[in-house]
């Protein structure tokens, strides 16, 4: 930054206040700033005797960044060197276009070549490019200037090594006479963390958990660890559908591992994701994720894996969460475990029976995972006992995985033939005790509707662990695959939820049609309240709009009713510890169900007062089909929740299905109106060309307001989503001549949302150099609209001025840089939180205003 030593000393300071390193370079003059104006004549006078030739380098220059003739190097370019701004980026640009390969800075230290450096990754240039420096500081003699030299060869450039060597008997010797045996004698890498103390880390000494650190001054920790099939061989035996999965017991042990090193006795909640697969050679990092103690003294928790190796789109390391959880300090105490074993009356029923039965399910375990030795049943109890093999290394562990999930299988004892396989989805409840052996007792107990209590013990009856509640879920390959895969688009999944029935007491108000005391309205609940009425747990109140009314008017109506509700209930004295379920019809749609628009504005007014006022508000949509179990509400911990067939939907981000196995689709609608119809549809980018057309293989999109319009049905005709894009040439029709399949082009694309498309050879133009497909799509709407103004309709001319309004926008910042081109002189409106940007755009700041008023009309005025 050159300037005024007062402007200068403002910027030094800021920069000291943000943290941001800088420091003053004395100087005589400031180069490259107006001060050296002062000099011109003097600089002029002082060169004009020399007289320039041409070289016979090639010269390319900093001050028109590309290759010049040295003969024009003469006393008015010396000026403009010292004066302009240095053009350093696009010399280097120039050169990599001219396939230079390498780059040397001859210089007592490198002070470019990280500036080099980043010019050519962002050129991306086709091939390889080095940068070189000579010497360093405190670093100047041979043996550092040889270092560069061996750097400038492994970069491929050829070096004189007889002048290298000269004088110092060095000769050149044969390589050995027996072809090289390409083996490999490196030591394979123990699957053991390194010293985790001194990364700063707490050591765990857990077999997967390696170690822990806790997140600044704040008592929430994260504990990491390593899965791999190599690290933990074990894991191989334990295939669901065809897929090694890490077992949820194993997780669940992982979570009871932190949660002790934390204090923590309990887990009280943790709700599975995903699942953790692994594949063969590719470890996953673990990380469980611990924050501080609530108000109750619980803490929330998350599990999260990352792929070791680059394993996303384009190697990227995906991340994915598998489960989320809390624990709990202290644990309650647990129904003592039976002392006669087996248990009298019990009838034994075949433990390799129940494996045949989940190999058939899809539950292929290896001789591990088959802990069950003898299996029992007592009416609704079942009784079990697990072992591990002989062999079986169980230090580290409180419960080693495979023990622990052996002890489930017993719940499957009754599970019909060709139906799906169950895996556990949530556990409540989960505590710890003495550690285990490798031979355990078992007792399963129902635990309501697909969910049961397990309790193991050791050979004394001594508690191993205990679940209250584990809950499960049938599970098919396809959606197996696809939760365990990343996928970074997600959508809108209505679960289903269960909760249990419970003595909640219930008020209702309105003509809602549901069990429980009525009321008019609110003040008739407050004023029974008052007169000594039992406070309710939930009240229920109906969200009406008026048949047959103009959607837009009946929106608004109920809006306000909706939000004097909500103000009633929050100012109430007598309701505090109760939850207003606001219950609509239609108001959201669960799967391919039109909206009812009037009442869906009660969902979104309520979803606001739900962040603002969490626990106060409960938003549930029915069908009107049937309704549920009003009082299973209060033991659900669900905000929003769907009403279909009687049934309880809650809603979860699930991740988005796959596109169609062709490559032609497209993103459309289904119907018009909502962002929520969007879907993939089939599109004609595989047919065949015609004459002038090109297939475009689409990497990059641009997405612009007149999109949105046509999702939402506000846009004229029958416009097709998509209209720039970026990408590479797949295929040309006949008569184009002048692009070829490989080329990278950008242009006006009709079906730009999917990943093939057919363009008119007009519409698109080759990609310049040093662009990204996400930078060029952004570009062919905004400038040829602005373009199109500017030219087409307004022919501006050089001299002219302009006055850009919304100048922070595309079209504004496309408009300002092509009247720059042309020669106008441009005044700007934007809001005073984006001046810096039109700025940036070389708009001096008295040519800017306020784009929010009128005062624009007078400054601008009184400057021109």
């Given at each position: 930054v050159a300037g005024e030593v007062a402007a200068l000393d403002e910027v030094f300071e800021a920069c000291e206040r943000d943290g941001v390193r800088a420091r003053k370079v004395k100087v005589d003059y400031a180069s490259h700033s107006q001060q050296v104006e002062i000099i011109e004549a003097e600089l002029l006078a002082a060169l004009a005797p020399v007289e320039p030739t041409s070289g016979r380098i090639p010269f390319y220059s900093t001050v028109v960044g590309e290759f010049i003739d040295t003969a024009g190097v003469d006393a008015a370019y010396w000026y403009a060197n010292l004066r302009g701004q240095v053009g350093f980026e696009p010399a280097i640009r120039a050169l990599i276009d001219k396939g230079m390969g390498c780059f040397l800075e001859a210089s007592p230290h490198p002070v470019l070549t990280m500036a080099v450096g980043d010019t050519v990754e962002a050129a991306e240039a086709t091939g390889r490019v080095s940068v070189v420096g000579s010497l360093r500081r405190d670093e100047g003699g041979p043996e550092r200037f040889s270092l560069s030299l061996a750097e400038a060869h492994a970069a491929g450039v050829k070096v004189d090594w007889e002048a290298v060597f000269a004088g110092t008997g060095a000769r050149r010797v044969d390589l050995p006479t027996y072809a090289f045996q390409r083996e490999r004698f490196w030591l394979t890498p123990s699957a053991q963390g390194g010293d985790v103390v001194a990364a700063g880390l707490d050591r765990i000494g857990h077999p997967v958990l390696a170690a822990a650190v806790q997140v600044g001054d704040r008592d929430e920790w994260v504990f990491t660890g390593r899965f791999s099939t190599e690290a933990q061989p074990w894991v191989r035996d334990h295939v669901v559908l065809g897929a090694v999965i890490v077992p949820g017991a194993a997780l669940v042990e992982l979570v009871l591992a932190a949660a002790r090193h934390l204090g923590c006795e309990l887990l009280d909640e943790l709700v599975f994701e995903a699942p953790l697969i692994l594949d063969e050679g590719v470890a996953r990092h673990v990380k469980v994720t611990v924050g501080a103690p609530g108000e109750d003294g619980r803490r929330e928790l998350s599990v999260h894996s990352l792929a070791e190796a680059g394993t996303g789109p384009d190697g990227a390391r995906d991340t994915v969460r598998h489960a989320r959880g809390r624990l709990a300090a202290e644990a309650g105490p647990v129904a003592p475990f039976p002392a006669v074993w087996p248990p009298v009356a019990a009838v034994e029923s075949s433990a390799d029976a129940l494996y045949e039965r989940l190999a058939d399910l899809g539950l292929d375990y290896g001789r591990l995972f088959q802990g069950v030795q003898t299996v029992w049943r007592s009416g609704s109890e079942v009784y079990a006992e697990v072992a591990l093999p002989e062999d079986t290394a169980v230090d580290g562990f409180a419960v080693h995985p495979a023990l622990f999930d052996a002890a489930l299988h017993a719940s499957m004892l009754d599970k019909d033939a060709g139906s799906a396989p169950d895996l556990p989805f949530s556990w409540s409840g989960v505590r710890l005790g003495r550690p285990a052996p490798a031979r355990a007792r078992v007792r399963i107990t129902g635990a309501g509707e697909s969910a049961f209590r397990v309790e193991v013990a050791d050979g004394d009856g001594e508690l191993v662990v205990a679940v209250d509640s584990l809950a499960v879920r049938p599970v098919d390959p396809a959606q197996l695959r696809?939760?365990?895969?990343?996928?970074?688009?997600?959508?809108?999944?209505?679960t289903p939820v269960t909760g249990t029935p419970s003595q909640a007491r219930i008020a209702v108000l309105g003509e809602l049609d549901a069990p429980g005391e009525r009321f008019a309205d609110l003040a008739a609940l407050e004023k029974a309240l008052e007169a000594g009425a039992a406070g309710p747990d939930l009240v229920l109140a109906a969200i009406d709009g008026a048949a047959g009314e103009d959607p837009a008017r009946a929106a608004g109506a109920v809006?306000?009713?909706?939000?004097?509700?909500?103000?009633?209930?929050?100012?109430?004295?007598?309701?505090?510890?109760?939850?207003?379920?606001?219950?609509?019809?239609?108001?959201?749609?669960?799967?391919?169900?039109?909206?009812?628009?009037?009442?869906?504005?009660?969902?979104?007014?309520?979803?606001?007062?739900?962040?603002?006022?969490?626990?106060?508000?409960?938003?549930?949509?029915?069908?009107?089909?049937?309704?549920?179990?009003?009082?299973?509400?209060?033991?659900?911990?669900?905000?929003?929740?769907?009403?279909?067939?009687?049934?309880?939907l809650a809603p979860?981000?699930?991740?988005?299905?796959?596109?169609?196995?062709?490559?032609?689709?497209?993103?459309?609608?289904?119907?018009?109106?909502?962002?929520?119809?969007?879907?993939?549809?089939?599109?004609?980018?595989?047919?065949?060309?015609?004459?002038?057309e090109v297939r475009i293989g689409v990497r990059a999109a641009g997405v612009n307001f007149r999109d949105v319009l046509i999702a939402l049905g506000m846009y004229p005709g029958e416009a097709p989503l998509g209209s720039e894009a970026a990408g590479v040439v797949l295929e040309v029709g006949a008569d184009v001549t002048d692009l070829k399949p490989g080329d990278r082009v950008f242009g006006l694309v009709t079906d730009a949302f999917g990943p093939v498309a057919v363009a008119d050879r007009r519409t698109v133009a080759p990609m310049p150099a040093g662009l990204t497909f996400a930078e060029a799509a952004a570009i062919p709407v905004v400038y040829l609209t602005a373009y199109y103004g500017l030219v087409d309709l307004a022919g501006l001319r050089v001299g002219e001025k302009l006055l850009v309004h919304a100048a922070a926008g595309g079209v504004g910042m496309a408009a300002i840089q092509l009247a720059h081109h042309f020669g106008a002189e441009v005044f700007a409106t934007a809001s005073p939180a984006k001046w810096d940007a039109v700025r940036a755009l070389d708009v001096p700041t008295e040519r800017i205003a306020n784009s929010r008023d009128l005062g624009f009309r007078d400054a601008f005025r009184e400057a021109t």
């Amino acid at each position: 930054v050159a300037g005024e030593v007062a402007a200068l000393d403002e910027v030094f300071e800021a920069c000291e206040r943000d943290g941001v390193r800088a420091r003053k370079v004395k100087v005589d003059y400031a180069s490259h700033s107006q001060q050296v104006e002062i000099i011109e004549a003097e600089l002029l006078a002082a060169l004009a005797p020399v007289e320039p030739t041409s070289g016979r380098i090639p010269f390319y220059s900093t001050v028109v960044g590309e290759f010049i003739d040295t003969a024009g190097v003469d006393a008015a370019y010396w000026y403009a060197n010292l004066r302009g701004q240095v053009g350093f980026e696009p010399a280097i640009r120039a050169l990599i276009d001219k396939g230079m390969g390498c780059f040397l800075e001859a210089s007592p230290h490198p002070v470019l070549t990280m500036a080099v450096g980043d010019t050519v990754e962002a050129a991306e240039a086709t091939g390889r490019v080095s940068v070189v420096g000579s010497l360093r500081r405190d670093e100047g003699g041979p043996e550092r200037f040889s270092l560069s030299l061996a750097e400038a060869h492994a970069a491929g450039v050829k070096v004189d090594w007889e002048a290298v060597f000269a004088g110092t008997g060095a000769r050149r010797v044969d390589l050995p006479t027996y072809a090289f045996q390409r083996e490999r004698f490196w030591l394979t890498p123990s699957a053991q963390g390194g010293d985790v103390v001194a990364a700063g880390l707490d050591r765990i000494g857990h077999p997967v958990l390696a170690a822990a650190v806790q997140v600044g001054d704040r008592d929430e920790w994260v504990f990491t660890g390593r899965f791999s099939t190599e690290a933990q061989p074990w894991v191989r035996d334990h295939v669901v559908l065809g897929a090694v999965i890490v077992p949820g017991a194993a997780l669940v042990e992982l979570v009871l591992a932190a949660a002790r090193h934390l204090g923590c006795e309990l887990l009280d909640e943790l709700v599975f994701e995903a699942p953790l697969i692994l594949d063969e050679g590719v470890a996953r990092h673990v990380k469980v994720t611990v924050g501080a103690p609530g108000e109750d003294g619980r803490r929330e928790l998350s599990v999260h894996s990352l792929a070791e190796a680059g394993t996303g789109p384009d190697g990227a390391r995906d991340t994915v969460r598998h489960a989320r959880g809390r624990l709990a300090a202290e644990a309650g105490p647990v129904a003592p475990f039976p002392a006669v074993w087996p248990p009298v009356a019990a009838v034994e029923s075949s433990a390799d029976a129940l494996y045949e039965r989940l190999a058939d399910l899809g539950l292929d375990y290896g001789r591990l995972f088959q802990g069950v030795q003898t299996v029992w049943r007592s009416g609704s109890e079942v009784y079990a006992e697990v072992a591990l093999p002989e062999d079986t290394a169980v230090d580290g562990f409180a419960v080693h995985p495979a023990l622990f999930d052996a002890a489930l299988h017993a719940s499957m004892l009754d599970k019909d033939a060709g139906s799906a396989p169950d895996l556990p989805f949530s556990w409540s409840g989960v505590r710890l005790g003495r550690p285990a052996p490798a031979r355990a007792r078992v007792r399963i107990t129902g635990a309501g509707e697909s969910a049961f209590r397990v309790e193991v013990a050791d050979g004394d009856g001594e508690l191993v662990v205990a679940v209250d509640s584990l809950a499960v879920r049938p599970v098919d390959p396809a959606q197996l695959r696809a939760r365990g895969e990343q996928n970074e688009l997600f959508q809108l999944e209505w679960t289903p939820v269960t909760g249990t029935p419970s003595q909640a007491r219930i008020a209702v108000l309105g003509e809602l049609d549901a069990p429980g005391e009525r009321f008019a309205d609110l003040a008739a609940l407050e004023k029974a309240l008052e007169a000594g009425a039992a406070g309710p747990d939930l009240v229920l109140a109906a969200i009406d709009g008026a048949a047959g009314e103009d959607p837009a008017r009946a929106a608004g109506a109920v809006a306000e009713r909706t939000l004097a509700l909500a103000q009633l209930w929050l100012a109430s004295e007598w309701l505090g510890e109760a939850t207003l379920v606001a219950v609509t019809r239609n108001a959201v749609a669960v799967g391919a169900e039109s909206v009812d628009l009037a009442q869906a504005p009660a969902w979104g007014l309520l979803r606001s007062a739900q962040a603002e006022h969490p626990g106060r508000f409960v938003l549930v949509d029915t069908d009107g089909a049937a309704e549920p179990d009003w009082t299973a509400l209060a033991d659900l911990d669900e905000p929003q929740l769907a009403v279909r067939a009687g049934a309880l939907l809650a809603p979860r981000l699930g991740r988005a299905a796959a596109g169609p196995s062709g490559p032609a689709w497209r993103l459309g609608s289904t119907e018009k109106g909502s962002l929520e119809n969007l879907t993939i549809l089939p599109s004609d980018g595989a047919r065949a060309l015609g004459v002038g057309e090109v297939r475009i293989g689409v990497r990059a999109a641009g997405v612009n307001f007149r999109d949105v319009l046509i999702a939402l049905g506000m846009y004229p005709g029958e416009a097709p989503l998509g209209s720039e894009a970026a990408g590479v040439v797949l295929e040309v029709g006949a008569d184009v001549t002048d692009l070829k399949p490989g080329d990278r082009v950008f242009g006006l694309v009709t079906d730009a949302f999917g990943p093939v498309a057919v363009a008119d050879r007009r519409t698109v133009a080759p990609m310049p150099a040093g662009l990204t497909f996400a930078e060029a799509a952004a570009i062919p709407v905004v400038y040829l609209t602005a373009y199109y103004g500017l030219v087409d309709l307004a022919g501006l001319r050089v001299g002219e001025k302009l006055l850009v309004h919304a100048a922070a926008g595309g079209v504004g910042m496309a408009a300002i840089q092509l009247a720059h081109h042309f020669g106008a002189e441009v005044f700007a409106t934007a809001s005073p939180a984006k001046w810096d940007a039109v700025r940036a755009l070389d708009v001096p700041t008295e040519r800017i205003a306020n784009s929010r008023d009128l005062g624009f009309r007078d400054a601008f005025r009184e400057a021109t």
